[in-house]
């Protein structure tokens, strides 16, 4: 079992609740699956370049050759900048195929992601990158993706925000264009995060705290789920 973390909130405090809540889950899935095949990456931190010409026209090349899946691409670089442009995204996307479960830490900035996401999201979607090679069958087919969402307001259905969220449908609609099945996404968010420091929002302090407790369960409980252990046959 693997787990890839990633976190991108600008805030590396300890005052994130997107990371708090993303650490909660990596503390309880290590204590079920063990530390070997966990990953972290902090994309505030450690930020993914923006793409550039040379990502673009190795891009176009390879989808003009009919979508190379990953293994290949080194081969259709025509110069430094493409390699280095290649150099950066390959090992993102390598991280991400070997994960069995993505657990991604997303706050909402002016109605969406935060640009780190963003950044990571559109360098991961290099043509092919999904395309599993021999079958050609898509490689995040049996991806989990586990979401975990913050929010100043609220955003839920029914509330007066709810068309403004471009963040979870966002992301839901990314992932499952990439591959990943509906039901291996699960999104758990955290709303009215601000009320407990905007004075006018003080009224919302109740609503986000039974928010953030929900939140908290559902991120222990899905963290929790063991294994399938495989059937132990009979020997004779
Ligand atoms: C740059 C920026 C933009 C934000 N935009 C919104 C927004 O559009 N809607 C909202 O409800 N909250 C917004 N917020 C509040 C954050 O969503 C909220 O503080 C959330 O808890 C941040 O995640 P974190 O606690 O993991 O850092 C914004 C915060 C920042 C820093």
């Known amino acids: 079992m693997s787990l890839l973390h990633l976190d991108s909130s600008a805030n590396r405090s300890d005052e994130s609740v997107s990371r708090r809540l993303t650490a909660l889950f990596a503390s309880t899935w290590r204590a079920v699956h063990g530390p070997a095949g966990y990953r972290y990456r902090d994309l505030a931190a450690d930020p993914v370049p923006p793409l550039d010409t040379a990502y673009c026209s190795l891009g176009r090349r390879v989808e003009r050759d009919g979508l190379v899946p990953p293994a290949g691409v080194g081969d259709l670089v025509e110069s430094l900048a493409e390699e ?80 403004c969220d471009f963040q979870i449908p966002y992301l839901r609609a990314y992932f499952n264009r990439q591959g990943v099945a509906a039901d291996n996404m699960r999104f758990i968010s955290a709303e009215m995060t601000m009320a407990g420091l905007a004075p006018h929002l003080a009224s919302f302090r109740p609503l986000a705290a039974s928010s953030l407790a929900s939140a908290r369960a559902e991120v222990t409980a899905l963290a929790s789920v063991q294994p399938v252990q495989p059937a132990i046959r009979a020997t004779s």
Do not use: H
């Not at 706050?107 to 999201?121: E, G, Q, R, T």
């Open 84 to 163: 280095r442009e290649w150099g950066l995204t390959r090992p993102l996307i390598t991280e991400l195929l070997e994960a069995d479960t993505v657990l991604i830490g997303a706050p909402m900035y002016n109605y969406s992601v935060s640009a780190a996401l963003k950044a990571w999201i559109d360098r991961v979607s290099f043509p092919g990158a999904f395309t599993a090679p021999g079958t050609g069958d898509n490689a995040l087919r049996d991806t989990k993706l586990v979401v975990i969402s913050t929010r100043g307001g609220a955003y839920a259905p029914g509330t007066p925000q709810e068309a």
